[in-house]
């Protein structure tokens, strides 16, 4: 039997923080106690944190690994080592690699990339290479015309574990008709375009949404309700937002633009993800609700490295640490571990409980910001 010790730890329980023992046995968690083991082989932490393996339900933190620098293609193989190795050192241990069925761009680099990258995520799974536990979701760009080809294609995967709709279309979600001037000023300098090109691309973008967009994700939404797959909205930021994907059986609400939206989202039982970059940097880089006010309001309920995985700890600590919410830290470190993983039907990790898997993290409060000092995944020394 493989049995591992760690003593003298504060165990971030799902509602309480105790100083006690936790036991590994074969890569699962087989007790939990308040006392201090005397054992010569248990290892000792020191009065230091033990907590749940981080769950990730949206990061795109691979993308840059495969694609460097612009017209640079990395070997697939030794992206995903990276990738993987970066998010080990955060505390992740199990990590929903997003990729983008279809972009508003229909050459982007993300669609010219998402076969190589799903392919990797895939491979890097079945030969063991990577320590984290990898799975897919699904981002699907329900403005995108050949979506449904692209979602027929990949739905299938074993990996597939969460999908998520969104419509990035100006005067949709993340951009109302309010924002259109600032959705003008950010394509225009991402592609380059001069005012005319933008007239057209505008144009051609509302003329594909109000085409395609609802019946896709209606599509979408059955399908995965007939495979057991969770859903997610994106950018919701109104009542009948929030209310049309509770009506269509969604499970989480990604990154709410809104207060409103968040707390209706909240209400009707979706989980309501936030970015921890958002924690971190004090708000919205795009100028939409900050994360800390959802906190306050108490409808904060997940939250996603997204583009930065050290900042989802970072993020956890933080909002415990702030005087302005209900936060305690054992629900602060719920954000993101318990509640992702019970969003997305993982219901073998997640919460340090006898019978989960021994996915876990030590961390060391230093007086800058809390430390990783290692990480398990079943059990499995891996940082």
């Not at 939206?261 to 939409?288: D, Q």
Request: hydrophobic residues 40%; glycine residues 6%; negative net charge.
């Amino acid at each position: 039997m493989n049995e591992q010790i760690l003593t003298n730890a504060r165990l971030i329980l799902r509602d309480e923080v105790i100083t006690g023992t936790l036991v590994i046995r074969d890569g699962e968690i087989a007790e939990i106690s308040q006392e201090i083991s005397p054992l010569p082989q248990a290892d000792n932490l020191g009065g230091e944190y033990l907590m749940p393996g981080l769950v990730e339900l949206h990061t795109d933190n691979q993308e840059k690994y495969f694609t460097p620098r612009p017209k640079v293609d990395w070997p697939a193989h030794m992206a995903m080592v990276t990738h993987d190795a970066q998010l080990v050192a955060a505390g992740i241990t199990t990590s929903f690699d997003s990729v983008a069925l279809g972009d508003i761009i229909g050459d982007s680099t993300r669609v010219e990339k998402l076969d190589a990258m799903i392919r990797a995520v895939i491979e890097s799974e079945r030969t063991g290479i990577n320590r984290a536990d990898h799975l897919l979701h699904l981002r699907c760009e329900v403005s995108y015309p050949g979506l449904m080809a692209l979602f027929e294609r990949y739905i299938g995967k074993d990996l597939v574990k969460l999908v998520s709709v969104m419509d990035h279309a100006p005067g949709q979600r993340q951009f109302p008709p309010e924002n259109i001037p600032k959705y003008r000023e950010y394509y225009m300098g991402k592609y380059g375009l001069a005012e005319a090109q933008m007239d057209d691309f505008i144009h051609l973008q509302q003329a594909n949404s109000a085409k395609y967009a609802d019946a896709f994700r209606r599509r979408i939404c059955d399908v995965c309700h007939d495979r057991g797959i969770a859903i997610a909205s994106h950018d919701d930021a109104t009542l009948a937002h929030a209310q049309e994907s509770s009506d269509l059986g969604m499970q989480v609400a990604e990154f709410p633009t809104t207060l409103e939206a968040a707390k209706a989202s909240h209400k009707l039982g979706l989980k309501v993800l936030m970015g921890a970059p958002n924690i971190v940097r004090g708000g919205s880089h795009s100028g939409n609700i900050a994360a800390k006010d959802l906190a306050k309001a108490g409808v904060l309920d997940i939250l996603s490295s997204d583009y930065y995985p050290s900042a989802l700890v970072q993020a956890a600590f933080m909002v415990a640490d702030r005087d302005d919410n209900d936060y305690d830290l054992a629900r602060a470190i719920g954000l993101v571990t318990a509640n992702p993983a019970a969003a997305a039907n993982l219901h073998d990790r997640g919460v340090l409980e006898v019978g989960r898997r021994a996915d876990l993290v030590q961390v060391k409060r230093h007086s800058v910001m809390p430390l990783i000092e290692r990480v398990w995944c079943k059990g499995k020394r891996v940082f």
